[in-house]
């Protein structure tokens, strides 16, 4: 059974930093793509970034991130521990969501589709 | 970079009914492989969305056959055939860069 289990969430401060970690199981964790979604509170989905496999070289994409989140997140994986990380950078209070992690369906290239997600993590920016 | 917009942003049907939901993509989200990079997800309060569609047009493992979806380039449709109480919930598209649309919020008339 595929299981994906986000941590790192809390309150944090504006203008510091927070790292999310999701643990990955029950699949061969460094065949697939893997993704960071977040949901603000009340409001609709908004894509992180992604991290792809090595077999496709193992490179972030942001292109379909929200502006604000470019440059300040940075996502990386470690296959040997099944584990993909966001690094959250100069946070904002517009930051505040449930960051979910999520696994590509096919694991190519591009975003295909998410088949499988974790709980979510909640993150609260604020003074 | 890709803008995802959804329409209507709420639909009421009834029962049984059929169900429509559009998408529009700011440029063609079809690759050189012919296929086109669009997803189609359901989300319920206090739950991670749900995967219905890849591809625009493959529906993922263990979704009912009454969803289906169609389009290619830009313009996508994802429909429900009939309406089930357990449809109600708020649906995404998704493109191969991983942006949103901003969601359409199912409820039954």
């Known amino acids: 059974e595929v299981q994906l289990v986000e941590s790192g969430g809390g309150l944090v401060q504006p203008g510091r930093s927070l790292r999310l970690s999701c643990r990955a199981s029950g699949f061969i964790f460094g065949d697939y793509t893997m993704g960071w979604v977040r949901q603000a509170p009340g409001k609709g989905l908004e894509c992180v970034g992604f991290i792809r496999s090595k077999a496709y070289g193992g490179t972030t994409e942001f292109a379909g991130s929200a502006a604000s989140v470019k440059g300040r997140f940075t996502i990386s994986r470690d296959d040997s521990k099944g584990i993909v990380y966001l690094q959250m950078n100069s946070l904002q209070t517009e930051d505040t969501a449930v960051y979910y992690c999520a696994r590509d369906v096919v694991g190519g290239y591009f975003w295909v589709g998410a088949d499988n997600w974790g709980q979510g993590t909640l993150v609260t920016v604020s003074s | 970079d890709i803008v995802m917009t959804q329409s209507p942003d709420s639909l009421a049907v009834s029962l049984g009914e059929r169900a429509t939901f559009n998408c529009k993509a700011s440029?063609?989200?079809?690759?050189?492989?012919?296929?086109?990079?669009l997803a189609w997800y359901q989300q319920k309060p206090g739950q991670p969305p749900k995967l219905l569609i890849y591809?625009?047009?493959t529906r993922a493992s263990g979704v009912a056959d009454r969803f289906s979806g169609s389009g290619a380039g830009t313009d996508f449709t994802l429909t429900i055939s009939s309406l089930q109480a357990e449809d109600v919930a708020v649906y995404y598209c998704?493109?191969?860069?991983?942006?949103f649309g901003q969601g359409t919020q199912l409820e039954i008339k």
């Open positions: 998704q493109q191969f860069q991983g942006s």
């Open positions: 440029q063609s989200v079809l690759y050189s492989d012919n296929k086109n990079y």
């Open positions: 591809w625009a047009s």
